[in-house]
T-cell receptor, first 115, second 116 residues
Framework: AQKVTQAQTEISVVEKEDVTLDCVYETRDTTYYLFWYKQPPSGELVFLIR??????QNEISGRYSWNFQKSTSSFNFTITASQVVDSAVYFC????????????FGEGTQLTVNP | DSGVTQTPKHLITATGQRVTLRCSPR?????VYWYQQSLDQGLQFLIQYYNGEERAKGNILERFSAQQFPDLHSELNLSSLELGDSALYFCASSGLGRGAAYNEQFFGPGTRLTVL
């Protein structure tokens, strides 16, 4: 069975602070895919990144960076110099390599960036 | 804008009723997924269709059914509605079948269903 855990239910920071959102996953598959989605107050789900299990290279995209560590089954997301527009719920998700393309989501982390 | 459209945006109905939610995938995407987001269950996968055929099933209730039509749009039918069915229902599409096996899923804006 697969599972995604986002232990941080809510995080509140002040603008320009760096913030890291944690994601821990469980799977028995050797091939799997990890995702991050953003859900702003308007409600839509916005795709941010996909990472393959065989590629542990970290990735940076502007103020966003992701740290993938298979040894600890973690796929953490860091926002550098946070902005008010980053306020949203962030979901980590897992797609197994053997069970089709369904996404298993974590519970989400509500990030509030205060001015 | 993800390119996935869902109608209606909001739906208010009474217990015991039946509703149909509609989804149009991104142009060319063959795979459509339905997810339910509720306060107590979080975001849950319901069902997936690929080019008209059911591909995978999640925790979808027997009162719920879905189909994908030849033009690739999909409908999710919810019947004998209960208060607990109130949720945000998302449709997503991906390019599965276009040479990339596990493409990212792009989500529509969702349909907010309220059962009174």
């Amino acid at each position: 069975a697969q599972k995604v855990t986002q232990a941080q239910t809510e995080i509140s920071v002040v603008e320009k602070e760096d913030v890291t959102l944690d994601c821990v996953y469980e799977t028995r598959d050797t091939t799997y895919y990890l995702f991050w989605y953003k859900q702003p107050p308007s409600g839509e789900l916005v795709f941010l990144i996909r990472r393959n299990s065989f590629d542990e290279q970290n990735e940076i995209s502007g103020r966003y960076s992701w740290n993938f560590q298979k040894s600890t089954s973690s796929f953490n997301f860091t926002i550098t110099a946070s902005q008010v527009v980053d306020s949203a719920v962030y979901f980590c998700a897992l797609m197994m390599g053997t069970s089709g393309s369904r996404l298993t989501f974590g519970e989400g982390t509500q990030l509030t960036v205060n001015p | 804008d993800s390119g996935v459209t869902q109608t209606p945006k909001h739906l208010i109905t009474a217990t015991g009723q039946r509703v149909t939610l509609r989804c149009s995938p991104r142009s060319g995407d063959l795979s459509v997924y339905w997810y339910q987001q509720s306060l107590d269950q979080g975001l849950q996968f319901l069902i997936q269709y690929y080019n008209g055929e059911e591909r995978a099933k999640g925790n979808i209730l027997e009162r719920f059914s879905a189909q994908q039509f030849p033009d690739l749009h999909s409908e999710l039918n919810l019947s004998s509605l209960e208060l607990g069915d109130s949720a945000l229902y998302f449709c997503a599409s991906s390019g599965l079948g276009r040479g990339a096996a596990y493409n990212e899923q792009f989500f529509g804006p969702g349909t907010r269903l309220t059962v009174l």
